[in-house]
Structures are given as structure tokens and as C-alpha cells.
């Protein structure tokens, strides 16, 4: 605190080092209940342990479009991108037009992938709003390079959800049974023929079937990478996106709460 001709002035809050960082890289500067819950997201996911094990977390909540599409890992790297004009909402997320708009993460797992590795990775994304039916075409997230898959089907078919992480095309997607597509939907691989499937920081199954090797094109959102084309497209808003190293049960959990609760702050940081 300093006095100066009889006033009293708060000084600057002081942020952790790599939430200053996303704030400064920020195009636009945003209101000090941003700024406080991006420090308390960035805190909170060391407190867990989590950060070390990530590569990319993509905050697509953010005031602003080409905020929300830095990577808060590395907010001065290749920023995502925006395709064919998603809806962006401002604190609460991007959409996709369900045929043809989608954001690009100019994340390839083979070249961009640190925890990201062919037997230990994981990736997810939260969806909060737009069609909750099933969809055996309909795919969240994820890339195919014609040979190798990461990619998440958050809702099949009435009773499933499907999902491949660094797989085959021959190989069978991990089919578990969420009722929605809606949430925070993570897949997993811990080992050589190890996965699991969270939905909101739970397990909801597992399988073992034998990784194949890194996907080489960029992950999409809102459709899947389909060997360089968009297929599988959704409408529904995004608010999230990460991938890294896998993380287990208790920091599942842990990932979910943090980012439910950034999720809340950042609508209630609304002006």
C-alpha cells in the first residue's frame, strides 16, 4: 500500500509468473475478475500437480475471439484458429455451425507433443450448450492422418459416447455410455494398450486397445482432423480444450473442478 497527498492506493495484484504471461499476451486487456480467475486457474491446476503434465490449454471463454484462442501453456506460441467463422460468445465460449466452422489448434501431436507422447497422453474438451442428441457422425475433437487416431465422439449414440486416442483405424473405438454429449468429455492412454474415458472428472470405462503410433495433422474442435479435411462437425459451444500427458483418476477429478470453477468466474466476470 502507498500513501501519497493523504490517499491511500492499493498496489497491482501480484499474479503467478505464467498467468501474467497469457494476461500480457492478451490482445486486449481484460477487467481485473478475468485477470483474477485466469492466476486462479493457472494456481489452482499447480496446486494439483496438473500444469507440469500439460501441453495446451485452450481457455475459449475469453472476451474476445483471438484471446480465446491462445494456448494459456504458451500464450506467445502459434495461436489456434479460427475456421469458417465460429460464434464466438464472450465468457462463455465458441461454436461451431455444425457443417462447416471449426477452430484449428495448429497442434499436431507428432511434432507438438511434450507430455503428449504415444503411450502416455490424453486430451478433452467441454462442451455447455447446443444440441444434446445423439450422433454417430458427430465428433468433438480430435485428428486422423490416415493412419493413426486421437479423437472423441462425446455422444454416438443414445447410450455412448466413443473414443480413440493414438490408435489404428482398424482398431475399436472405447465405447462407454454418458446419457449427454454435453460436459467436460476426456480420453486418456497410460500405457502401450491402457485407455480410459472421464465424462466431468469420472471414469466411465476403459479398454485395451494397442496404440500406433502420434497423429501428424493438427487436432480440430467443434469437427476432427480428417486427414487435412473437417468432417464430423457439431454445433455445440465449446468452453475448454486441453491435451497433455495422462493424468489419472484423482487428477481427472481435479482438472474438472478447476476448470468448473474458472468456467463460473469467468460468466460471473461478465460485464
Known sequence: VRRSMGFTTAAAPAYDADA??????????????????????VTGLKSDGIWSQLDAIWPLNMPTLADSLLNLKDPTGTAATAV???????????AG???????????????????????????????????????????????????????????????????????ALSSTNLTVSPASRLGLTT?????????????????????????????????????YNNNSTGSGFINNQ?????VGGSLGSTKQAALYSRLATFRTAMAAAAP
Open 187 to 223: 480420453i486418456e492412454r497410460t500405457a502401450a494398450s491402457a485407455r480410459e474415458a472421464y465424462r466431468d472428472g469420472s471414469s466411465v470405462g476403459t479398454a485395451t486397445t494397442t496404440s500406433n503410433g502420434l497423429p501428424t495433422k493438427d487436432i480440430y474442435l467443434g469437427c
Open 20 to 41: 501474467q504471461a497469457f494476461i500480457d499476451a492478451m490482445g486486449t486487456t481484460p477487467n481485473t475478475a478475468v485477470q483474477d480467475a485466469i492466476d486462479a486457474l
Open 238 to 242: 465449446m468452453s475448454c480444450a486441453v
Open 97 to 167: 455451425n455444425g457443417t462447416s466452422s471449426y477452430i484449428n489448434t495448429n497442434w499436431a501431436p507428432s511434432t507438438e507433443g511434450v507430455n503428449f507422447t504415444q503411450n502416455d497422453a490424453f486430451m478433452g474438451l467441454w462442451l455447455v450448450g447446443g444440441a444434446d442428441t445423439s450422433n454417430a457422425s458427430s465428433v468433438s475433437m480430435g485428428a486422423y492422418d490416415g493412419a493413426r487416431y486421437a479423437v472423441i465422439q462425446p455422444l454416438a449414440t443414445s447410450s455412448s459416447m466413443r473414443a480413440s486416442i493414438n490408435e
Open 84 to 94: 469458417n467463422s465460429p460464434t464466438h460468445t464472450p465468457y462463455v465460449g465458441i
